[in-house]
């Protein structure tokens, strides 16, 4: 007698198997999966897992969606999204590449599915390493289908591409590529999309990108190149409608310059906190403080300071201005992020920060 009665559901899940079992027994896989406890019974169980993973390439769509949507929820778990890297589809080396596969077919319903997969199995730092194997051979193909927004023909958005590039920027590997002429750096065709205004999904993607990036120094003078014009993606979602004297207007990037009065902040706040994030990574270095001087920064800043009501984004709003105002011999370092800050003083500005945060709250 079977210890597991999911067991029960194996002989209805084989592709040959009749048409309304299958459905019924993947409606009930799909309500299991929709907790955690329910997770863990599906993850307890691989033969379970391997059909579910068969099914999603099942000719009835239907029956494909509702198992992507499983694996779906159950990759939204961090142990299911690695405890799913150990499966190999048939004739695939993994699932990653099977749901690569998915994506790069525009004829694919509900590719979207296999969108959000990749980008919870990428999330895990555990992860990112293990999956990027599988995906550098695939990048160029991918981003290609993200730019070209009209690429599947089902009706899937594969918004969810920018987060997988987003997590996958976590990899130095994938940062080279990224940054690489090969012929043409993927970076420029990524960029536009920090200000897509049809799905902040993708800006929120390309913004991560671009922050994790802004993580390692090495890549901060390729960053703020004239060829990258990084600062106007990066200040625009910061930008509103109102109007600088003659002399600071000048200092703006050009496409920044007398915006008209329809122009709008980001909504979202996870992405002006992004942009804030990576700001504050750029100022590391003398010699990029001084580009981000010369090119307004401070006065984008000034103003949408007067704007935002987030505290945790005001704070990290002023530390970048504290910076910015201040004389190089003020500042006192030449690469900000080798200097060490005693344990005693981390734990004061700590405190001194919460204080802050409560007193804007």
Known sequence: MDQDPLNELLEFLKPESRLDLKHISLDHLLGLSGTEDGIQVLLNNEKIILCIIELTDDKVAE????ALLVLVNVTANEKGALDLLKYRPSRK???IELLIGYILNPDKKEADAACMILSNLTRSENAVEVCTDTFLPHLNDLLNVFVNTSYNKTGSNLNYLAPIFSNLSCSPRV???LTDENPHVPLIKLLPF???QASS???GGAIGTVRNISFDTNYHEFLLSNDIDLLTYLLSPLMGSEDYPDDEMEQLPIALQYLGKEKHRDPDIDIRKMIIETLNKLCAKRNIREVLRDNGVYYVLREYHKWEKDPNTLLACENVVDILI?????????DLSKVDIP??????FEEMDKEYVDNVQ
């Open 93 to 95: 080396k993994n699932i």
């Open 175 to 177: 940062r080279k590529w």
């Open 194 to 196: 920090c200000n897509y």
């Open 201 to 203: 999904i993708r800006r």
């Open 326 to 334: 201040q004389k190089e011999e003020e500042v006192g370092a030449e």
């Open 343 to 348: 344990e005693e003083l981390k734990g004061k």
């Open 63 to 66: 029956i494909s969606k509702n």
